[in-house]
């Protein structure tokens, strides 16, 4: 929590609320939903209902942003896209989604309201009309694009949002729900797909479900949403006693003042270096947002809805810690031990992750406890720093809340997608297992015995006799290798290979083709994986010497005693205004 001072360098006297100056032109007519701004601090039943439109349009956002993920071997298929070039484009999409989430800082003058609403109008066109329209490859990837764009402008203005409408003490739970965004977002994702896709076989029609949906919420959030005036949110509220102090103070605030150079006001050690932490931290998270399927389906053999009721206990799991998390540190007065036991645990289960990699016996229950044990961690995690990250923002320059959290955009951005870039070169395996995989599991359930056949021989014994199928020596080579693979006699395994030569041409010749380079593949997927899980344990450890530069107390009795300090210093101030009125 931020010390009391935080508030006493806007007006300490107070003297100049008397004067009631600060008057907002009134909102009437078709002007309230363009200029959303509120001159007074909202009562409690409305600030709920405004953190709670902010809490579903995060909601609303990731379930657009994530609608992808549902359809994406579909995709592929239909624009004959190739696994590089679909990462490449989450990786482009996320790297100007940075620029977008820097220049969101802006909304510190010109609010973020707007922003979020017409953002949802614009995501909502976009998923309903744009992508499931899209000719081609390259047209679907400028559309994901233009979505990543308001993304990233998004995800400073809904935090700021939720900033803006909650004091210091309740801000954990607050930013919980907002957390809870990509959570919600990604299980909608999951739910409306297992109950529609085996009727609405089209990849499109995911999209359509979820852009009316979208729509909807949009015309709700163009009545309903509104955001303080900078005088109000340019101070630090520490807790609901405070309000009074913040109205009469706001006649004294000068936002051009406040709001001046705000790159060189937050371009500091304590807000970049706990953003990188933070960014490097969720390595884990977002490889397993997008890749845990192939994971799972390629080293495991888990069919697609095995590995997406692993995801659901994921996030069933992280969505719990959040909340938890929020209740807690609001409760406790500190989010640094609760930040630095949810590394712990991350790093615990990340370890575990890795180790399993290599063990194909690993049954399945295992890992839900295993991913239940990391989505807790990082649940515990992210609620607790972002609302010290918030009070860190506040303790520098409260008006300029959205330039912090857009640097902090910017860093977590550049973080996804130098991730994306570097997996497929580490993780090479994922490009012939998505690319070809999932073909080569079709033949091979059609065609079961054949299939293994062709797996007991060579790749360059294949390639010899689809050259020549004449060829004695790749024949007699060819026939050993099943007789060894399958313990049977040399006639048997004849009869074997002939009967596999009788696939169908086009079949013959993708297991030709592919069949080499995928078995190559899953035979070094475990090693593959395995290192990049090391790399993610390393990339959480380094988050927690950054923890130490955020802002608040480690001891819940010493938070207690500011807490208190605060209490009796807006009670004098408050004094002094009855006096002077």
């Known amino acids: 929590m931020s010390t009391p001072h935080a508030i006493g360098h806007i007006d300490a006297g107070g003297h100049r609320a008397k004067s009631e100056s600060y008057r907002p032109t009134p909102n009437v007519g078709w002007r309230r939903f363009w200029d959303r701004e509120l001159d007074h601090y909202p009562v409690t039943r409305s600030r709920y209902l405004y953190l709670g439109l902010a809490a579903v349009a995060a909601i609303l956002l990731y379930y657009e942003f994530y609608v992808q993920a549902a359809v994406t071997p579909a995709i592929l298929r ?6 590089p070039f679909f990462v490449f484009m989450i990786a482009a999409g996320n790297g100007i989604g940075a620029l977008a989430s820097l220049g969101a800082g802006l909304t510190d003058r010109w609010g973020r309201a707007n922003m979020v609403v017409y953002g949802l109008a614009i995501t909502g066109l976009l998923i309903l009309f744009g992508l499931p329209n899209a000719p081609n490859l390259w047209v679907y990837a400028v559309m994901y694009t233009a979505l990543a764009v308001v993304e990233g402008a998004m995800l400073v203005a809904i935090p700021a949002l939720v900033r803006d409408f909650s004091p210091q003490i309740g801000r954990g739970s607050a930013m919980a729900f907002y957390a809870m965004g990509p959570v919600i977002g990604m299980l909608t994702v999951t739910e409306v797909s297992s109950n529609t896709l085996s009727h609405l076989t089209a990849w499109q029609d995911q999209y359509i479900i979820c852009g009316i949906v979208g729509l909807v919420f949009f015309v709700i959030a163009f009545f309903g949403m509104r955001e303080l005036s900078p005088q109000l949110r340019d101070q630090v509220m520490v807790s609901e006693i405070d309000q009074k102090l913040v109205e009469a103070r706001a006649s004294g605030i000068d936002v051009e003042k406040m709001t001046k150079s705000p790159w060189h006001t937050m371009a500091k050690r304590d807000i970049l270096v706990p953003s990188i932490g933070i960014a490097v931290f969720l390595l884990v998270y977002y490889t397993l947002i997008a890749f845990l399927v192939p994971f799972m389906s390629s080293i495991f053999g888990y069919t697609q809805q095995q590995a997406n009721a692993l995801g659901n206990w994921m996030w069933i799991f992280n969505a719990g810690a959040l909340i938890v998390a929020g209740v807690v540190s609001d409760r406790l007065l500190v989010r640094k031990p609760i930040i630095a036991i949810g590394i712990v645990m991350t790093v615990v289960s990340t370890i575990l992750l890795a180790t399993h990699t290599t063990h194909a016996g690993t049954d399945y229950y295992t890992f839900v ?37 857009g640097l902090w955009g910017l860093v977590l951005r550049f973080a996804v997608a130098g991730s994306f870039v570097v997996l497929p070169f580490v993780v090479t395996s994922m490009t012939p297992l998505i690319d070809h995989g999932t073909q080569m599991q079709a033949i091979q359930a059609k065609y079961p015995v054949q299939v293994a056949t062709f797996g007991a021989v060579d790749p360059a014994t294949l390639a010899q006799l689809q050259a020549d199928r004449g060829n004695q020596a790749a024949l007699g080579k060819a026939v050993t290798e099943i007789s060894t693979t399958f313990h049977v006699t040399p006639a048997v395994a004849t009869q074997r290979l002939i009967a596999a030569s009788q696939l169908p041409p086009a079949d013959l ?38 923890i130490f530069l955020l802002k608040g107390k480690w001891n819940p009795r010493s938070a207690r005693k500011v807490e208190q300090e605060h209490e009796h210093m807006v009670e004098a101030e408050l004094a002094k205004l009855r006096s002077a009125a």
């Open 509 to 546: 010749n993708y297991l030709n083709a592919y069949g080499g380079q995928v078995q190559k593949a899953l035979s070094v997927a475990p090693q593959e994986w395995q290192r990049w899980w090391w790399a993610c344990v390393g990339a959480a450890a380094l988050m927690l010497p950054t």
């Open 78 to 83: 239909d624009f004959g896209m190739t696994f």
């Open 369 to 405: 406890w295993i991913l239940s044990m990391l989505a807790v961690g990082m649940g515990l995690v992210f609620t607790a720093w972002l609302a010290a990250f918030s009070e860190t923002i506040e303790a520098r320059n409260p008006a300029l809340t959205a330039t912090g959290l």
